[in-house]
């Protein structure tokens, strides 16, 4: 059971995602009425939906082993960070202002910055950067800069 877990989505970028899709169907529709590469075509907007589909959204659950991002299916896009990694982490304002080396970003109110022991400091984007915050600490991890 997660203690805490919030999916990020964006109108605009699904909007923007659409446009593709419509594409490949034409293609196909094209492909088919050709009778050459329909094949090839339907696997092609297979790949496309199912990566398009991982990209729409942003997944953030917090375990009490550990933080778990993802896309919104999680086939493709998925980092898990033990909490024993975690030296510290702090909450900005704003969804750009975290500098880390692997940023899982969509566009919300804050970012969660974590300093990891040894390896590339991971941050990302959240909305209810408050219910992030008491989690966290509820966990033992301190809060850093």
Known sequence: MAL???TL???AFQA???????S???GLYA??????????????LAVTVLVLLEVMGL???????GIVISGLIGLFLRKTIPLQDVEWFAVREGWGSCP????????????VYLKRRDKWDVSFSTNRPEEIR???????IPRGA
Do not use: D, W
């Open 31 to 44: 492909t088919y009425q050709v009778g050459e590469g329909f094949e090839i075509m339907l696997a092609a």
């Open 16 to 22: 923007l995602m659409v446009i593709p899709l419509l």
């Open 4 to 6: 805490y877990e919030e």
């Open 100 to 111: 880390a080396k692997m940023h899982f970003n969509y566009p919300a109110k804050a970012c």
């Open 59 to 65: 997944r953030v659950r917090i375990y009490e082993e």
């Open 24 to 26: 490949l169907l034409v």
């Open 134 to 140: 008491a989690v966290l600490q509820s966990l033992g």
């Open 9 to 11: 989505t964006s109108r």
